[in-house]
């Protein structure tokens, strides 16, 4: 077995961006105590002129600037030569939505490389020419891939061994079974005239469980009942404990239209 950290490898022009917010939280004490690695690379350290020319303008015309293949080519050899893990991702809005399944597998391996694009992006053949699987956290379009990476990275990070505290909650978390989470309280027990639901008080675990597990159901069909159709969703909806009670309604549900 490998001694090594997961390690995330980060192909950019602004590596002064990095840690950044993944240097504090679970994530940034998970870094300290050495439970995964960061290697933010400047790409402007693989341009040959003294400029450092990262990008050029666009053959056929049109805005903005491309990010050069020659450039990014040579610094993912270069990581990879020097045993950089993991596939080759780079960050898109054209990609594969990236969804847990896919942060749970990257989760899993040995870490990533993971390229950044600026500008109007990185020019078409090096995602041929080299290995490189497109992921996108949204429809949206960001300005540059960094602080898509530190997203991806956030997410994969939490999921490695020992860096969340208490690994149940990440077994009942959104997504974990197909499903939205339950909804959570705490003190006080009354705010504005809104209760805690009585269930959750009753120390009735099996109780509980049917709760919220008919709760996750409810506010999935409401909101992504998209996900309902998923395997994992299915198997979950499956074994639902035949004759649950009827959940008692709550305000957080009452938000959502029908
Ligand atoms: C201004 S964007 C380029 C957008 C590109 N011209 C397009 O229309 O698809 C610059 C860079 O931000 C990153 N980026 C933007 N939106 C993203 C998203 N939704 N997911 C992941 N990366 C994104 C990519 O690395 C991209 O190359």
């Given at each position: 077995?490998s001694?090594?950290p997961?390690?995330?490898?980060?192909?950019?022009?602004?590596?002064?961006m990095?840690?950044?917010?993944l240097?504090?939280s679970?994530?940034?004490k998970?870094?300290?105590?050495?439970?995964?690695?960061?290697?933010?690379?400047?790409?402007?350290?693989?341009a040959?002129?003294?400029?450092?020319?990262?990008?050029?303008?666009?053959f056929?015309?049109?805005a903005?600037m491309?990010?050069r293949?020659?450039?990014?080519?040579?610094?993912?050899?270069?990581?990879?030569a020097?045993?950089?893990?993991?596939p080759?991702?780079?960050?898109?809005?054209?990609?594969?939505?990236l969804?847990?399944?896919?942060?749970?597998?990257?989760?899993?391996?040995?870490?990533?490389?993971?390229?950044?694009?600026?500008?109007?992006?990185?020019?078409?053949?090096?995602?041929?020419?080299?290995?490189?699987?497109?992921?996108?956290?949204?429809?949206?379009?960001?300005?540059?891939?960094?602080l898509?990476?530190?997203v991806?990275i956030?997410a994969?990070?939490?999921l490695?061994p020992g860096?969340?505290?208490d690994?149940?909650?990440?077994?009942?978390?959104?997504?974990?079974?197909?499903?939205l989470?339950?909804p959570?309280?705490?003190?006080?027990?009354e705010?504005?005239?809104?209760?805690?639901?009585?269930?959750?008080l009753?120390?009735?675990?099996a109780r509980?469980?049917?709760?919220?597990?008919?709760?996750?159901?409810?506010?999935?069909?409401?909101?992504?009942?998209?996900l309902?159709?998923?395997?994992?969703?299915?198997?979950?909806?499956a074994?639902?404990?035949?004759?649950?009670?009827?959940?008692?309604?709550t305000?957080?549900?009452?938000?959502?239209?029908?």
């Amino acid at each position: 077995m490998s001694t090594r950290p997961w390690t995330a490898t980060v192909l950019t022009i602004f590596p002064e961006m990095f840690p950044g917010p993944l240097g504090h939280s679970l994530a940034g004490k998970a870094l300290a105590r050495g439970l995964w690695r960061l290697d933010a690379v400047d790409l402007r350290d693989f341009a040959t002129d003294r400029h450092r020319t990262v990008d050029d303008a666009p053959f056929g015309g049109g805005a903005g600037m491309v990010m050069r293949v020659d450039v990014i080519a040579r610094a993912v050899d270069a990581v990879v030569a020097r045993g950089a893990p993991g596939p080759l991702l780079y960050l898109s809005p054209r990609g594969e939505r990236l969804d847990q399944a896919i942060v749970r597998e990257l989760s899993a391996g040995p870490g990533f490389v993971a390229l950044c694009g600026r500008f109007e992006g990185v020019d078409e053949r090096v995602l041929e020419a080299r290995p490189f699987r497109e992921l996108s956290i949204g429809d949206f379009v960001l300005s540059g891939g960094e602080l898509a990476a530190m997203v991806l990275i956030d997410a994969c990070v939490r999921l490695l061994p020992g860096v969340v505290g208490d690994a149940a909650s990440l077994e009942e978390e959104s997504f974990a079974e197909g499903l939205l989470e339950y909804p959570h309280y705490t003190r006080p027990q009354e705010f504005e005239g809104r209760r805690v639901p009585e269930v959750l008080l009753s120390g009735n675990h099996a109780r509980i469980r049917a709760w919220r597990r008919e709760r996750a159901l409810e506010l999935t069909r409401r909101r992504r009942p998209d996900l309902l159709t998923a395997p994992a969703a299915a198997a979950c909806c499956a074994a639902r404990e035949p004759g649950a009670a009827e959940p008692p309604s709550t305000a957080s549900l009452e938000r959502d239209p029908p």
